[in-house]
């Protein structure tokens, strides 16, 4: 059973006991607390007194002052806050004592009233009638220590959002990104489309997958890694530029960057290689800093950010060869050499180039990719489903952007021999049942699409969440997420009701 705050349910009971519905319903609201605001202008109270029109308002009480027979209170709402006027003689004894004088803070408050200023000039609405709109039955937390605790408002984002303006405006930005993306997508020309959330075989990605089960079949199904096998086969079928925003499901770890369901676009562009892409994404993600931010430069963290184009575009080995000095990366014993170096007792080192590649990536390169790089130069045998490059086909026609010492996008030009497709994927199913459960199952049916010819292409993943760390500055992608996940709670603790000095 709950605890509610019995302080609170006291109230509760007193009002309806008085005849006061504290929940009420179809009680009219006209005018969002910024319309208010954008119709008083900036008119003074003497042009205001003649303005007759009544505006009925409602929003959560964050501040009231009671000053015998008036007083002042402050609500807000999902546009702004607002002052309001309450007068005993405007809204009625009645209304005056059974609700004003029983409001507690953060209880949502229904006000109908007209324009006026104080004498400081604030914007007001003058109260003609009031009522209760929902009762808050909990203590809002202490308006000087604020709600700051970052697990707590992680968990109780609800308290967050109206406590937190900067929380507020980190998730207003998302939804403005989210609604440039689709803008932009759709001027290109492309196609938004929905693929499934469940699948038969999860693919697309190297991944660990959620496992569920459908009773009705009788057969296991996996929460999506990656929509990726889905919307190639929409290539295959003629739809030639689709993109997706959508949510992916990985049972990996939790972190910084890293949230078991996470929001990717992704996108697919028949007659593009991976030179396209990477010139499309930095249309896109410098478009939307300056349409967004009025700015092209950004803070995160203690770095300053350029999104200017053109972005810096540099190989694998390139990298790699610069951070370790090592000349010839493609030589495994150069590599085992300088790695045991500095590293003399590591156990289980590596065994092919790419993942060789993949180590000395991760440990000396990109932690100091600071400015948008694309990396280029990915070798094969870790891009199962890159095109393999004409010049070299050691490697793959592939890229990953990196922002900030993190991944941002993955795109490569597409495989689409369904042969070599059908070895890669082999070749994965092998490692698999080798115990590397991250490895790609063998997908029949997308070969077969693949065997009905996919036109050359190209597509691209983006980590939406990681692209709104960047954008506000955040350096946790559970505050750009509006419901992390997290461990669930022991119990409630006394300590997590937020306490209200001023609660009698």
Known sequence: MYEFDPKRLEKLAALRDSGIAPYPNGLPVTHALSDVIEAAGDRPDEVLAEDTRVFTVAGRLRFKNEMGRAGFARIQDQSGRLQIYVRKNLVGPERFADVWKKLDLGDQ?????TLMRTRTGELTLKATDIALYAKCLESLPDKHNGFLDPELRRRMRYVDLFMNDD???TFRLRSAMVRYIRDWFHTHGFMEVETPMMQVIPGGANARPFVTHHNALGMDLYLRI??????KRLVVGGFERVFELNRNFRNEGVSQKHNPEFTMLEFYQAHATFHDLMDETEDLVSGMAQALLDTT???FGDH??????????????????EATGVEDVWDVEALRARWLTDHPDTDDLPTTVGKWFELFFDAFVEPGLIQ???????????????????????VAER???????????NGFSELNDPVDQAQRFAAQAEAKAGGDEEAMFFDHDYVRALSYGMPPAAGEGIGIDRLVMLFANRASIRDVILFPTLRPESGRAESDRPSDPAEG
């Open 372 to 394: 948008p790089t694309f990396v280029t130069g990915f070798p094969t045998e870790i891009s199962p489903l890159s095109r393999r490059s004409d010049a070299d086909p050691r």
């Open 226 to 231: 990656a929509p990726e096998l889905y919307l």
């Open 304 to 321: 300053t950010i350029s999104l200017e184009r053109p972005w810096r575009r540099a190989s694998m080995a390139e990298l790699i060869s």
């Open 297 to 299: 430069e950004v803070t």
């Open 109 to 113: 408050v229904w006000v109908a009233g």
């Open 399 to 409: 890229f990953e952007l990196f922002i900030g010492g993190s991944e941002y996008a």
């Open 167 to 169: 929380s507020r405006e």
